[in-house]
């Protein structure tokens, strides 16, 4: 195991305010029970600075959560926080509705400049409202119309949001239950591999949609996430991925990405799907578009698919925007050319290659791409267990999977070296910890 490395010295925040340490009464008393991180990280945190997260009491955590991957770019990056204060100071319009602002338009030029014309696309952006599920919502509602058509298909173990029509889009039972209320319009599909990887998953779904007799309606859209970040950190092949989009084509349907987790450079890329021949009618955005960890979320529509009514999908919060001048800082930083997307790649290579030492070390498998990696436990309760385990040494990490079997690192990419390391020491003695407290995991899945 690689020696122990110090987490790097941020300016100490020091103990701030003393009597502030966590009184759970309050929260008990007043939050709703639906709460959920809370329960596994249970401090009261104060501030944080890029990949470390403070408690009240002054102990520092690092941060391999980064708001399920909102904050890419880190806690309080200081140039975004910089023009932020500088806004507000100068009464910068906060919320716009969807008013021609300065700060969206200066945001609509970068996007252009940096993200668009530099990968030679043409899209519209839409301001669905700030969720990701604001962003599902719009897409699904928009392929409807374009098509004429109800049915979408979407596929096993994805995760696009908690609303309803998201929801319905969504495969996890425990999240489905919720909804009180029947989730129409969707096929389900089998994502790449779910059934092992003798059955051609996307030769399935096309033959079942050529059949006449397949029963499946024509779909107004196929929607798909390239990596999978709830279910289970599964990434699809470019090979698969074009068939989907063929198939979609083929059918008439709107091929809809999901980019919501990850994308924003969290495989490498802007997009998870650059670099594999992919042309998306609808791709969403949400989580680290606004840079900072504020709501912001994107639908980009091929122009010929914006056939929107003026306000025929209104909200009063698509102008949020504090969020577009953090947003424009984020892409002019890092968007401006490859240098940052190369250390996130030279990053996520390191990463996996630590991640195979653990796997492999314990018979286990590892999941994912880029920097949103992660190792299949095949156990629940062992994965629960490690997570917990390195809470208590000071990191913050949490699982995923159709029953958060797979321990997940979704640390910033800004993460310094060392504290990556650091962390990933953390997650390796957990792992050798649990195991060597409770012997083999009972699914271990070595690949
Ligand atoms: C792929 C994907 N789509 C949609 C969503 C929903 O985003 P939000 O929680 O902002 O509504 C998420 C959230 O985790 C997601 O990972």
Redesign the pocket.
Known sequence: MQARTPLLPYPAIPQRRPEMTLSPAIFERRESRVRSYSRSFPRLFASAKNATLYGADGRAYIDFLAG?SSLNYGHNDPDMQQALLDYVASDGIAHGLDLFTEAKQAFLAAYEETILKPRGMDYKLMFTGP????A?EAALKLARKVTGRTNVIAFTNG????TLG?LAATGNASKRDGAGAPLPGIHRAPFEGYFGPDIDTADLLARMLDDPSGGVDAPAAILV?PVQ??GGLNAASPEWLQRIEAIARKHGALFIV?D???GCGRTGRFFSFEGFGLSPDII?Q??SLSGMGLPL?LALIKPEHDIWKPAEHNGTFRGNNHAFVTARVALEKFWSDDAFAETVRTKGAHLETRLRAIAARHGLAVRGRGMMLGIDTGDPQGAARICARCFDEGLIIETSGSRDEVVKILCPLTIAPADLDRGLDIVADAFEAVLAGEGAFPRAAAE
Do not use: L, P, R, S
């Open positions: 399920c969720t990701g599920a604001n599902v995760f696009h949001g908690m998201a996430e970040g709830e999901d919501i987790q990850a969403t949400a989580k979320a």
